[in-house]
């Protein structure tokens, strides 16, 4: 199962999705048939395919799992609604994921989903709280999140344009 993995994660490294999704799914049977860490990874590679239908069944047989709520696979899975054409509930997944100083790049997802909604507004208001909590942070986590903070000002310098 391991060197399975692996390989399917290298092969998601090189955009070889099919590949990747069809190891994972060999890898699902057994002790294994209801592993979360796999099922995220699944979840992940089922999203850049765009299978979204088959993304969004994975993301609701991780919905209860407690290690899903601010996991990055959510993202995936909230972008897969989103594409399936359930605005609501993809809005819903990203607003949990909304947390005060934490989750940056998943904050940074929403905005550009709110964004791609036409709701630029929120979306600079979005921006602008996140580059308030980065500044109220201490020099040394300033620096681990300079380039999150960079895509932050790039997002916010297109709105301001827009």
């Known amino acids: 199962i391991t060197n399975k993995v692996k390989l399917a994660d290298a092969y ?45 069944e994975c993301g609701q047989k991780l919905s209860q799992e407690k290690s899903f709520l601010q996991d990055e696979a959510r993202v995936a899975f909230a972008w897969s609604l989103f594409q399936a054409g359930n605005l609501e509930e ?9 947390l005060q100083f934490t989750n940056f790049p998943h ?20 921006l602008e709280e996140l580059m308030d909590e980065i500044d109220h942070m201490s020099a040394f986590e300033q620096k681990l ?6 895509q932050i000002k790039q997002l916010h310098g297109g709105l301001k344009t827009a």
């Open 12 to 56: 998601v490294q090189h955009q070889r999705y099919a590949e990747a999704i069809s190891l994972y799914q060999s890898c699902l049977q057994g002790l294994y048939a209801d592993d979360s860490h796999l099922i995220k990874k699944l979840l992940r590679v089922l999203y850049l395919n765009k299978d979204y239908a088959a993304a969004i």
């Open 90 to 98: 993809a809005e819903s997944n990203f607003k949990a994921m909304d």
């Open 107 to 126: 904050r940074v997802e929403f905005c550009k989903l709110l964004i791609e909604t036409k709701k630029e507004n929120e979306a600079k208001e979005k």
């Open 145 to 150: 999140k300079r380039p999150i903070l960079r």
